[in-house]
T-cell receptor
Framework: DTGVSQDPRHKITKRGQNVTFRCDPI?????LYWYRQTLGQGPEFLTY????????KSRLLSDRFSAERPKGSFSTLEIQRTEQGDSAMYLCASSQYKTSGREDEQFFGPGTRLTVL | GESVGLHLPTLSVQEGDNSIINCAYSNSASDYFIWYKQESGKGPQFIID?????DKRQGQRVTVLLNKTVKHLSLQIAATQPGDSAVYFC????????????FGKGTRLHILP
């Protein structure tokens, strides 16, 4: 399977615990995005990387959230001290950005569904 | 599987009929628009895109129409099939936002047998 993969697919945790999600993008893609999607809404941008550099973080991303892409390949999203309001689907997407023009389409992974009890 | 968008606007269409899903956008600077399909338990899937220098683009069974005057986008699906059941999102992008896309609210397409 050469698409975007995410692990785990589902995570149930108690309030106050830390959780970490992983995203493996399409191998040749240099951009990787994290989104959050709550019920009834479209995905909301959280942050993105170009190669290993984190270029922007949304105001939605509180200090409890941190994302890394250490080698410019897979990425992790960690949420510390989870709150019930963090319950959502966390989506990862990747694309190939060309400096000569606009990026190609974003390919999304299946998401990680987080439930905070 | 997961259900995305329990309280979304819903469009019910008879199998075999054509579907038209509408979207209004607000940023006149947006120059790139995308339609995504999201099935239950899956991430959004790219359907078709259009740039602002065009007003119509056709794909396989899908057509996107762009009316920049009224900032309106539509997705037409010909001969709707049961597999078209999903939530459909329009998304927009502006150069000033460094190619990040902004999703609109979705529409659930329900196919009647």
């Amino acid at each position: 399977d050469t698409g975007v993969s995410q692990d785990p697919r589902h995570k149930i945790t108690k309030r106050g615990q830390n959780v970490t999600f992983r995203c493996d993008p399409i191998s040749e893609h240099n951009r990787l995005y994290w989104y959050r999607q709550t019920l009834g809404q479209g995905p909301e941008f959280l942050t993105y990387f170009q190669n290993e550099a984190q270029l922007e973080k949304s105001r939605l991303l509180s200090d409890r959230f941190s994302a890394e892409r250490p080698k410019g390949s897979f990425s992790t999203l960690e949420i510390q001290r989870t709150e019930q309001g963090d319950s959502a689907m966390y989506l990862c997407a990747s694309s190939q950005y060309k400096t000569s023009g606009r990026e190609d389409e974003q390919f999304f992974g299946p998401g990680t569904r987080l439930t905070v009890l | 599987g997961e259900s995305v968008g329990l309280h979304l606007p819903t469009l019910s269409v008879q199998e075999g009929d054509n579907s038209i899903i509408n979207c209004a956008y607000s940023n006149s600077a947006s120059d790139y628009f995308i339609w995504y399909k999201q099935e239950s338990g899956k991430g959004p899937q790219f359907i078709i895109d259009i740039r602002s220098n065009m007003d119509k683009r056709q794909g396989q069974r899908v057509t996107v129409l762009l009316n920049k005057t009224v900032k309106h986008l539509s997705l037409q699906i010909a001969a709707t099939q049961p597999g078209d059941s999903a939530v459909y999102f329009c998304a927009e992008n502006t150069p000033m936002r460094d190619d990040k896309i902004i999703f609109g609210k979705g529409t659930r397409l329900h196919i009647l047998p």
